[in-house]
């Protein structure tokens, strides 16, 4: 399938514009360390349903050893990882759920990677909501994640659920 033109682009979001540090998007997203996967939220529109996240490699990331010896490339499950991540912040600030709803990963469909990542890029990941039941505490989030050329490299549709 073709790739969709980029949500938005990197020079509207600077890196050093922050909405939520760690700590502040902490409480909806558990994953610490090594798995944290989102560096900032950058922007937060409820009206436009948007959200805009930053993910920035450093040139030592834990997988670079390993995937693969020579010509490391950030992997695509982390890629995945990083969107999902995003979605559940969209989900917790578009439908007021409290940070004592933990949205798990219930799905994904129509990951494509367009490009390689490799270590020290900066990467920016955009989504809308395209479905929410907070009753249900269930969505559904189109996303995703840009290079700093403005160009796609990945994109998914991410489905969560309260568990």
Known sequence: TMAKPPLISPADYPLDRVFLDPEGFGGFNPQRFEFQQLTNVLHYDREANLIVASRVLAEDEWWCRGHIPGRPLYPGVLQVEAMAQASCVHAHL????????????????????????????????????????????????????????????????????AI
């Open 94 to 161: 578009q439908s007021g759920l409290g940070p004592e709803v933990f949205l798990g990963f219930a799905g994904i469909e129509g990951a494509r990677f367009r490009r390689t990542i490799g270590p020290g890029e900066k990467l920016w990941i955009a989504g809308n909501l395209t479905r929410s039941d907070p009753r249900r505490g269930a969505f559904r989030w189109e996303g995703q994640m840009i290079k700093e050329d403005g160009k796609v490299a990945a994109e998914a549709t991410i489905l969560g659920v």
